[in-house]
């Protein structure tokens, strides 16, 4: 019995690919979990319409992401922090302040995307790094200075 997978089913396949399983286990244990779906030809056709449309999407989303990287590197971003009298910072610089001084700047970067090798606790210059997946990342130096 051939079938479309509808989400990843491990030893067997990923998600649209058409695989062939006995029928039993295309119905005890695929269709009852909503793994996959019996392959009518009107479903096939949906399926690589639905693939194409996807595609399509992504591209487009990687041209997006990949603007915003330009427009990201070489950005200065300045952010204010109480410190003692040694230079250290009372808490921490993290990821989630340098994603609300971006947004602030224009750029709606999601705080995930943000990579710091560990948070900033010290005055100074500093790097970060954003990462959009897909090899897109862009370098961002950070100045903490004191408030």
């Not at 609300?100 to 500093?126: A, C, T, W, Y």
Request: proline letters at 2%; zero cysteines.
């Amino acid at each position: 019995m051939k079938v479309i997978l509808q989400k990843d089913v491990k030893n067997l396949g990923k998600v649209g690919e058409l695989v062939s399983v006995s029928p039993g286990f295309a119905r005890n244990y695929l269709f009852p979990r909503q793994l996959a779906q019996e392959a009518t030809e009107k479903r096939v056709k949906e399926f690589a319409h639905l693939k194409k449309v996807a595609e399509v999407k992504k591209k487009k989303a990687v041209a997006e992401r990949q603007d915003l990287i330009t427009k990201l590197k070489g950005v200065n971003l300045t952010i204010k922090a109480s410190a003692g009298e040694t230079d250290k910072l009372f808490g921490a610089v993290t990821n989630n302040d340098i994603s609300n001084e971006l947004e602030s700047k224009g750029f709606s970067i999601d705080r995930r995307d943000i990579v710091l090798e560990e948070p900033i606790k010290m005055l100074g210059q500093h790097k970060a790094t954003v990462k959009l997946g897909e090899g897109l990342e862009a370098e961002l130096t950070v100045s903490v200075e004191r408030a």
